[in-house]
């Protein structure tokens, strides 16, 4: 299992910084790939950002140039560090763990969340 645990959220002006921080611990016989996804009031969780295992990483449009996602080497912990924060980036952020096993002959997928981090951006 693997345990995700969020921190650095809280409330900015827009045009602010924040940085995210994800601690990932606990014991996985596989591989996973580490991402941060959002959620606002009243709409649909929507990825953020990932980094694949062989580092290449991923952006949504909307804050393709302001975020940027970066894990250690040993996978254990992805942050996301925001600039230029803007009132629509408003939402809870969600780390996420998609992790990828064999067990017995058999492909398993699994799929770990932390409990959030609200980030909130208001003049």
Request: proline share 2%.
């Amino acid at each position: 299992q693997v345990q995700l645990v969020e921190s650095g959220g809280g409330s900015v002006q827009p045009g602010g910084s924040l940085r995210l921080s994800c601690a990932v611990s606990g014991t996985y016989f596989g591989i996973y790939v580490l991402s941060w996804h959002r959620q606002a009031p009243g709409k649909q969780r929507e990825l953020v950002a990932s980094i694949g295992n062989d580092g290449n990483t991923n952006y949504a449009d909307s804050v393709k140039g302001r975020f940027t996602i970066s894990e250690n080497n040993v996978k254990t912990t992805v942050d996301l560090q925001m600039h230029d924060l803007r009132p629509e980036d408003t939402a809870v952020y969600y780390c996420r763990a998609e992790g990828s096993r064999v067990y017995q002959s058999i492909h398993i997928s699994d799929d770990f969340w932390g409990q959030g981090t609200q980030v909130t951006v208001s003049s």
